[in-house]
């Protein structure tokens, strides 16, 4: 009863907003390869008038999909910590979302159960200027992805970063949450965060610390639980926690060498001068080995049969043979016993004798009556007879 009486409210308020307010629509231009981020702010789903604040305490929450289907398109991700903070969507398009997509947002006003739909448009499009072969990306470990994801964060990172990066402009790729990647939900003590993976480009190379911290030699200390290398002052260290154990280094400048295609030959191998094969073979006859394979068996087990027939069978003395080896004492014995046996229970069978002293009734206490009526006096206790 209690679960409907929530669920009836909140979805008649769905169905009155869904039917009484228009969707807002909104179009943005995300960037194939680059960051995007999207704030859903309670300011822009709530009506209220203009010169009124939104009361920060109003709990909102927001459900977003790709228009004719139930979740989100694979490159694009939603988070919100409580229904007190903002949404975000986020993510970093590839060249196959190329096009135009729709996100149906409805946000949900924990209060009053109003709903208001809000439609974006993304036109996603291909990156202009150029190309960032050179990309690093980071595992932050002082921040969750919310904290990060707002655009003065972000611009922070990029800042501090550019002291550890050759002299270019540094862009944002792609944002990733540690829970995403496969990291521990952290205890809820004060300090403790989920982390966030912060990948950028550039086209600029990486300076000597960065490949530094990348070296198979980094790598070996981190495995034994030693700081990695680090040539240069860490710039991050007064704004982020880094786990510089956890930096990888991506190099696009080169193109990779193209995978060979295999040629197709006739089927016929080369001539191999340390392998020669016979060029005849001689002619067996496997009637031998078959014969032997089969009969040998049989002929066992036939044997092994006849033998277990002649102990069970033949081997038997029989009854006749038992008496005539028994002494005569012995046989007049044991019919003795028989019959004496047969005799005596015979006689127990058809005595007739009075019953037993110890089954007659004595003196009533209660009563005081000594014997019954017509009680024969040859029958009667010891007790009862001497009174």
Sequence with gaps: ?????????????????????????????????????????RETFLRVPEHVAVPPTVPVTYHANLQGHPDLPRWLRYTQRSPHHPGFLYGSPTPEDRGHQVIEVIAYNRDSFDTTPQRLVLLIRDAEGPLLPYQAEFLVRSHDVEEVLPSTPASRFLTVLGGLWEPGELQLLNITSALDRGGRVPLPIEGRKEGVYIKVGSASPFSTCLKMVASPDSHARCAQGQPPLLSCYDTLASHFRVDWCNVSLVDKSVPEPA??????????????????????????????????????????????????????????????KRDLATSDIQMVHHCTIRGNTEELRQMAASREVPRPLSTLPMFNVRTGQQLPPQVDSAQVPLILDQH
């Design 1 to 41: 009863m209690a679960a409907s009486t929530i669920w009836i409210p909140l979805l008649a308020g769905l169905l009155a907003g869904l039917g009484g307010t228009e969707a807002q629509q909104t179009t943005l231009q995300p960037v194939v390869g680059r960051l995007f981020v999207h704030t859903l702010d």
């Design 259 to 320: 995978d060979e295609v295999p040629t197709r030959g006739d089927g016929i191998l080369e001539r191999d001068p340390f392998f020669c094969p016979p060029t005849e073979a001689a002619a067996r006859d496997f009637l031998t080995d078959a014969l032997v394979t089969l009969l040998v068996p049989l002929l066992v087990a036939l044997l092994l049969t006849l033998l277990l027939a002649y102990i069970m069978c033949c081997r038997r003395e029989g009854r006749l």
